[in-house]
Protein backbone atom coordinates (compact mmCIF):
# COMPACT_ATOMS: atom_id res chain seq x y z
CA UNK A 1 0.00 0.00 0.00
CA UNK A 2 1.45 3.48 -0.89
CA UNK A 3 1.91 5.57 2.33
CA UNK A 4 0.31 9.06 2.77
CA UNK A 5 3.85 10.14 2.77
CA UNK A 6 4.09 9.04 -1.01
CA UNK A 7 1.34 10.35 -1.71
CA UNK A 8 1.89 13.75 -0.56
CA UNK A 9 5.37 13.94 -1.69
CA UNK A 10 4.40 13.57 -5.57
CA UNK A 11 1.51 16.28 -4.97
CA UNK A 12 3.91 18.57 -4.49
CA UNK A 13 4.02 20.01 -7.61
CA UNK A 14 0.26 20.25 -8.58
CA UNK A 15 -0.14 21.72 -5.03
CA UNK A 16 2.73 24.28 -5.99
CA UNK A 17 0.74 24.83 -9.65
CA UNK A 18 -2.66 26.05 -7.95
CA UNK A 19 -0.85 27.79 -5.28
CA UNK A 20 0.76 30.24 -8.29
CA UNK A 21 -2.87 30.71 -10.02
CA UNK A 22 -4.40 31.25 -7.13
CA UNK A 23 -1.44 34.09 -5.77
CA UNK A 24 0.40 35.67 -8.66
CA UNK A 25 -3.12 37.90 -9.60
CA UNK A 26 -2.83 38.91 -5.93
CA UNK A 27 0.95 40.45 -5.85
CA UNK A 28 -0.25 44.09 -5.40
CA UNK A 29 -2.73 43.12 -2.93
CA UNK A 30 0.21 41.51 -0.33
CA UNK A 31 2.10 44.73 -1.36
CA UNK A 32 -0.20 46.33 0.20
CA UNK A 33 -1.20 44.18 2.95
CA UNK A 34 2.96 44.48 4.37
CA UNK A 35 2.81 48.25 3.40
CA UNK A 36 5.84 47.35 1.27
CA UNK A 37 7.98 50.82 1.26
CA UNK A 38 6.64 51.97 4.20
CA UNK A 39 8.29 49.59 6.99
CA UNK A 40 11.40 49.65 8.10
CA UNK A 41 11.87 45.88 9.03
CA UNK A 42 9.92 42.51 9.18
CA UNK A 43 9.53 40.15 11.87
CA UNK A 44 9.02 36.15 11.41
CA UNK A 45 6.91 34.23 13.53
CA UNK A 46 7.19 30.01 13.45
CA UNK A 47 7.31 26.74 14.60
CA UNK A 48 8.87 23.33 13.10
CA UNK A 49 8.77 23.25 9.69
CA UNK A 50 7.41 26.57 9.15
CA UNK A 51 10.05 28.03 10.95
CA UNK A 52 12.87 26.79 8.46
CA UNK A 53 10.89 27.97 5.48
CA UNK A 54 10.94 31.63 7.75
CA UNK A 55 14.85 30.95 7.81
CA UNK A 56 14.57 31.37 3.82
CA UNK A 57 12.27 34.75 4.11
CA UNK A 58 14.94 35.77 6.29
CA UNK A 59 17.25 35.78 3.47
CA UNK A 60 15.06 36.31 0.59
CA UNK A 61 13.55 39.29 2.48
CA UNK A 62 16.32 40.83 3.01
CA UNK A 63 18.20 40.65 -0.52
CA UNK A 64 15.02 41.97 -1.97
CA UNK A 65 14.27 45.05 0.46
CA UNK A 66 17.59 45.64 1.88
CA UNK A 67 15.90 45.73 5.31
CA UNK A 68 16.31 43.45 8.84
CA UNK A 69 14.20 40.87 9.04
CA UNK A 70 14.47 38.95 12.28
CA UNK A 71 12.79 35.56 13.77
CA UNK A 72 10.36 36.08 16.94
CA UNK A 73 11.13 34.92 20.10
CA UNK A 74 7.87 33.85 21.36
CA UNK A 75 8.68 33.25 25.15
CA UNK A 76 9.04 36.61 25.38
CA UNK A 77 5.12 37.25 25.23
CA UNK A 78 3.79 33.81 26.74
CA UNK A 79 6.71 32.98 29.14
CA UNK A 80 7.82 36.60 30.22
CA UNK A 81 4.94 38.44 29.66
CA UNK A 82 7.45 40.91 27.69
CA UNK A 83 5.92 43.89 25.46
CA UNK A 84 7.91 44.61 22.24
CA UNK A 85 7.68 47.50 20.44
CA UNK A 86 6.71 47.00 16.84
CA UNK A 87 6.33 50.29 15.29
CA UNK A 88 6.91 50.51 12.17
CA UNK A 89 7.55 46.66 11.64
CA UNK A 90 5.73 44.05 9.30
CA UNK A 91 4.88 40.80 11.48
CA UNK A 92 4.29 37.41 9.27
CA UNK A 93 3.49 34.20 11.16
CA UNK A 94 3.53 30.84 9.53
CA UNK A 95 1.89 27.98 10.99
CA UNK A 96 0.57 25.17 8.95
CA UNK A 97 -2.21 24.45 11.54
CA UNK A 98 -2.49 28.12 12.80
CA UNK A 99 -2.91 26.07 16.16
CA UNK A 100 -0.26 26.85 18.38
CA UNK A 101 -0.68 29.05 20.94
CA UNK A 102 2.90 30.79 21.27
CA UNK A 103 2.68 31.64 17.20
CA UNK A 104 -0.94 33.31 17.74
CA UNK A 105 0.79 35.57 20.67
CA UNK A 106 3.10 37.63 18.70
CA UNK A 107 1.34 38.08 15.73
CA UNK A 108 -1.76 39.00 18.44
CA UNK A 109 0.46 41.45 19.99
CA UNK A 110 1.35 42.67 15.88
CA UNK A 111 -2.49 43.62 15.63
CA UNK A 112 -2.80 45.37 19.25
CA UNK A 113 0.01 47.78 18.15
CA UNK A 114 -1.62 48.40 14.48
CA UNK A 115 1.09 46.73 12.26
CA UNK A 116 0.64 44.67 9.67
CA UNK A 117 -0.02 41.22 10.76
CA UNK A 118 -0.31 38.69 8.05
CA UNK A 119 -0.45 34.83 8.57
CA UNK A 120 0.68 32.00 6.26
CA UNK A 121 -1.54 29.33 6.87
CA UNK A 122 -3.15 25.90 5.67
CA UNK A 123 -6.05 26.53 7.93
CA UNK A 124 -8.03 30.07 7.59
CA UNK A 125 -10.49 28.97 10.01
CA UNK A 126 -7.80 28.65 12.63
CA UNK A 127 -6.94 30.86 16.09
CA UNK A 128 -3.87 32.17 13.93
CA UNK A 129 -6.16 33.37 10.95
CA UNK A 130 -9.06 35.05 13.62
CA UNK A 131 -5.92 37.59 14.78
CA UNK A 132 -4.34 38.38 11.76
CA UNK A 133 -4.67 41.27 9.57
CA UNK A 134 -4.42 39.30 6.49
CA UNK A 135 -4.24 35.60 5.25
CA UNK A 136 -2.71 34.05 2.98
CA UNK A 137 -4.37 30.81 2.75
CA UNK A 138 -2.04 27.89 1.40
CA UNK A 139 -4.73 25.72 0.05
CA UNK A 140 -2.82 22.76 0.20
CA UNK A 141 -5.96 20.17 1.00
CA UNK A 142 -5.48 17.97 4.21
CA UNK A 143 -1.96 16.90 5.06
CA UNK A 144 -2.55 13.51 6.46
CA UNK A 145 1.02 12.26 7.32
CA UNK A 146 3.19 13.27 10.43
CA UNK A 147 5.80 14.72 8.11
CA UNK A 148 5.13 18.23 6.48
CA UNK A 149 5.96 17.73 3.05
CA UNK A 150 3.84 19.77 0.91
CA UNK A 151 2.57 21.93 3.48
CA UNK A 152 6.70 23.24 3.54
CA UNK A 153 6.91 23.26 0.04
CA UNK A 154 3.87 25.36 -0.53
CA UNK A 155 4.65 27.80 2.87
CA UNK A 156 8.60 28.34 0.92
CA UNK A 157 6.74 29.55 -2.11
CA UNK A 158 4.48 32.07 -0.09
CA UNK A 159 8.00 33.03 0.78
CA UNK A 160 8.77 33.83 -2.31
CA UNK A 161 5.93 34.94 -3.85
CA UNK A 162 5.86 38.09 -0.66
CA UNK A 163 9.83 38.32 -1.22
CA UNK A 164 8.40 39.67 -4.50
CA UNK A 165 5.95 41.81 -3.59
CA UNK A 166 8.15 43.19 -1.16
CA UNK A 167 10.65 44.20 -4.07
CA UNK A 168 10.80 46.43 -6.60
CA UNK A 169 7.64 46.57 -8.70
CA UNK A 170 9.36 47.18 -11.71
CA UNK A 171 11.85 43.89 -11.32
CA UNK A 172 8.32 41.80 -11.19
CA UNK A 173 7.78 40.13 -14.36
CA UNK A 174 11.15 38.74 -14.09
CA UNK A 175 10.74 37.30 -11.16
CA UNK A 176 7.29 36.24 -11.66
CA UNK A 177 8.61 34.50 -15.29
CA UNK A 178 10.94 32.76 -12.81
CA UNK A 179 8.12 31.42 -10.41
CA UNK A 180 6.33 29.82 -13.05
CA UNK A 181 9.25 27.27 -13.89
CA UNK A 182 8.54 26.08 -9.89
CA UNK A 183 6.14 23.22 -10.74
CA UNK A 184 8.06 21.32 -13.48
CA UNK A 185 11.22 21.39 -11.57
CA UNK A 186 9.62 20.25 -8.63
CA UNK A 187 8.06 17.55 -10.38
CA UNK A 188 11.00 16.76 -11.57
CA UNK A 189 12.79 16.63 -8.59
CA UNK A 190 10.30 14.03 -7.35
CA UNK A 191 10.49 11.93 -10.12
CA UNK A 192 14.40 11.93 -11.33
CA UNK A 193 16.38 12.70 -8.63
CA UNK A 194 19.16 10.03 -8.59
CA UNK A 195 21.18 8.68 -5.74
CA UNK A 196 18.76 8.43 -2.86
CA UNK A 197 18.97 4.59 -2.14
CA UNK A 198 22.57 4.38 -2.44
CA UNK A 199 22.93 7.87 0.51
CA UNK A 200 20.33 5.75 2.55
CA UNK A 201 21.93 2.94 3.05
CA UNK A 202 25.09 5.24 4.36
CA UNK A 203 22.77 7.02 6.68
CA UNK A 204 20.61 3.88 7.91
CA UNK A 205 22.95 2.32 10.45
CA UNK A 206 24.94 5.67 12.07
CA UNK A 207 22.02 7.12 14.74
CA UNK A 208 23.59 10.43 14.50
CA UNK A 209 24.86 13.14 11.95
CA UNK A 210 24.82 16.77 10.57
CA UNK A 211 23.39 18.46 7.85
CA UNK A 212 24.91 21.34 5.97
CA UNK A 213 23.76 24.43 4.36
CA UNK A 214 23.83 28.23 3.57
CA UNK A 215 22.01 31.26 3.21
CA UNK A 216 18.68 31.16 0.89
CA UNK A 217 19.65 26.82 2.11
CA UNK A 218 20.04 27.20 5.51
CA UNK A 219 16.80 26.85 6.15
CA UNK A 220 16.77 23.49 3.27
CA UNK A 221 19.40 21.94 6.09
CA UNK A 222 17.15 22.38 8.93
CA UNK A 223 14.13 21.08 7.28
CA UNK A 224 16.56 17.94 6.04
CA UNK A 225 17.34 17.45 9.45
CA UNK A 226 14.30 17.74 11.10
CA UNK A 227 12.67 15.20 8.46
CA UNK A 228 15.74 12.70 8.87
CA UNK A 229 15.22 12.86 12.91
CA UNK A 230 11.43 12.89 13.06
CA UNK A 231 11.00 10.04 10.49
CA UNK A 232 14.20 7.82 11.01
CA UNK A 233 15.11 8.38 14.90
CA UNK A 234 18.45 9.82 13.99
CA UNK A 235 19.70 12.55 15.68
CA UNK A 236 20.52 15.02 12.74
CA UNK A 237 21.91 18.32 13.89
CA UNK A 238 22.01 21.22 11.25
CA UNK A 239 24.68 23.85 10.55
CA UNK A 240 26.08 26.12 8.39
CA UNK A 241 29.52 25.62 7.35
CA UNK A 242 31.10 28.64 9.50
CA UNK A 243 29.06 27.71 12.37
CA UNK A 244 29.98 24.10 11.85
CA UNK A 245 33.84 24.51 11.54
CA UNK A 246 33.42 27.02 14.64
CA UNK A 247 33.89 23.89 17.12
CA UNK A 248 31.21 21.42 16.65
CA UNK A 249 33.82 20.03 13.50
CA UNK A 250 35.45 18.19 16.38
CA UNK A 251 32.50 15.97 16.64
CA UNK A 252 32.83 14.40 12.48
CA UNK A 253 34.37 11.28 12.16
CA UNK A 254 34.14 7.81 10.98
CA UNK A 255 30.23 7.41 12.90
CA UNK A 256 29.20 11.02 12.08
CA UNK A 257 28.10 11.21 8.17
CA UNK A 258 27.86 14.39 6.75
CA UNK A 259 24.87 15.35 4.49
CA UNK A 260 25.76 18.41 2.38
CA UNK A 261 23.03 20.83 0.41
CA UNK A 262 24.85 22.59 -2.50
CA UNK A 263 22.65 23.89 -5.21
CA UNK A 264 23.37 26.05 -8.15
CA UNK A 265 23.47 29.23 -5.96
CA UNK A 266 26.32 31.48 -4.60
CA UNK A 267 26.05 30.15 -1.17
CA UNK A 268 27.05 26.57 -2.23
CA UNK A 269 30.79 27.01 -2.51
CA UNK A 270 31.74 27.30 0.97
CA UNK A 271 29.15 24.03 1.51
CA UNK A 272 31.73 22.46 -0.92
CA UNK A 273 35.05 23.33 1.00
CA UNK A 274 32.95 21.72 4.45
CA UNK A 275 32.39 18.65 2.19
CA UNK A 276 36.64 18.50 1.94
CA UNK A 277 37.16 18.95 5.32
CA UNK A 278 34.67 16.43 6.69
CA UNK A 279 36.02 14.36 3.87
CA UNK A 280 39.76 14.91 5.70
CA UNK A 281 38.08 14.53 9.24
CA UNK A 282 37.14 10.45 7.88
CA UNK A 283 33.09 11.52 7.82
CA UNK A 284 31.23 9.86 5.16
CA UNK A 285 30.01 12.58 3.11
CA UNK A 286 26.57 12.71 0.99
CA UNK A 287 26.33 15.78 -0.99
CA UNK A 288 23.20 16.93 -2.95
CA UNK A 289 22.86 19.12 -5.66
CA UNK A 290 23.06 19.30 -9.50
CA UNK A 291 25.93 17.31 -11.66
CA UNK A 292 27.63 20.53 -12.64
CA UNK A 293 27.79 22.06 -9.16
CA UNK A 294 28.51 18.55 -6.64
CA UNK A 295 30.35 16.12 -9.95
CA UNK A 296 33.69 16.48 -8.11
CA UNK A 297 33.08 16.09 -4.40
CA UNK A 298 34.14 13.09 -3.11
CA UNK A 299 31.77 10.90 -1.48
CA UNK A 300 28.16 9.70 -2.60
CA UNK A 301 26.20 12.15 -4.47
CA UNK A 302 22.42 12.74 -4.96
CA UNK A 303 22.14 14.29 -8.22
CA UNK A 304 19.61 16.67 -8.82
CA UNK A 305 18.38 16.34 -12.18
CA UNK A 306 18.82 19.19 -15.55
CA UNK A 307 14.92 19.40 -15.72
CA UNK A 308 14.37 20.44 -12.05
CA UNK A 309 17.06 23.83 -12.44
CA UNK A 310 15.50 26.87 -11.10
CA UNK A 311 16.35 30.67 -10.39
CA UNK A 312 19.36 30.32 -7.31
CA UNK A 313 16.76 32.43 -5.48
CA UNK A 314 14.35 29.35 -5.51
CA UNK A 315 16.56 26.75 -5.27
CA UNK A 316 15.36 25.67 -1.85
CA UNK A 317 11.70 24.30 -2.95
CA UNK A 318 13.89 22.22 -5.31
CA UNK A 319 16.84 21.21 -2.99
CA UNK A 320 14.29 19.67 -0.29
CA UNK A 321 12.84 17.40 -2.14
CA UNK A 322 15.89 14.93 -1.77
CA UNK A 323 16.32 14.91 1.61
CA UNK A 324 11.98 14.16 1.90
CA UNK A 325 12.83 11.31 -0.36
CA UNK A 326 15.98 10.05 1.58
CA UNK A 327 14.32 10.59 4.83
CA UNK A 328 11.47 8.46 3.35
CA UNK A 329 14.14 5.44 2.55
CA UNK A 330 16.41 5.17 5.40
CA UNK A 331 12.92 5.28 7.70
CA UNK A 332 11.73 2.52 5.59
CA UNK A 333 14.75 0.51 6.11
CA UNK A 334 14.50 1.02 9.53
CA UNK A 335 11.20 -0.44 9.54
CA UNK A 336 9.41 2.72 10.51
CA UNK A 337 5.95 3.76 9.75
CA UNK A 338 6.49 6.83 7.97
CA UNK A 339 2.92 8.14 8.52
CA UNK A 340 3.31 7.83 12.13
CA UNK A 341 6.83 7.76 13.69
CA UNK A 342 8.18 8.04 16.74
CA UNK A 343 4.59 8.47 18.80
CA UNK A 344 4.10 12.07 17.15
CA UNK A 345 0.90 13.96 16.25
CA UNK A 346 0.13 16.35 13.66
CA UNK A 347 -0.06 19.61 15.36
CA UNK A 348 1.87 20.58 17.75
CA UNK A 349 0.67 22.97 20.82
CA UNK A 350 3.63 25.01 22.07
CA UNK A 351 3.36 28.23 24.42
Same mark, same amino acid.
Given at each position: ?6 A ?27 R ?23 Y ?36 Q &?? %?S????? /?? $???? !??? =???? @? ?36 V ?16 P ?20 T ?33 L???T ?6 ? &?? %? ?5 ? /?A $???? !??? =???? @? ?19 G ?6 G ?10 T ?9 T ?10 V ?11 A ?18
Amino acid at each position: MTSLLTAEIAEQPDVLARMLDAQLPRLAEWRTALRAGEIDGLLLVARGSSDNAARYAQYLWSLRTGLPVALATPSLHTVYGGKLNLRGKAVVALSQ &SG %ASPDVVA /VL $AAAR !EQG =VPAL @AITNAPGSPLAEVATDVLDLAVGEERSVAATKTYTASVLAVALLGVALGDPAEEPGYVADLRGVPAAVAAAVELTTGVDQAAEVLTGPRRGVVVGRGLNLGTAHEAALKLTELTGSLMAPY &SP %ADLMHGP /VA $ALGP !EVP =VLTF @APDEPASASVLDLALEADRRGSPVLVVGPEHVVGGVRGTRVLLPAASATAAWLTPLTSVVPAQLLAQRVAEARGVDVDHPGGLTKVTRTT
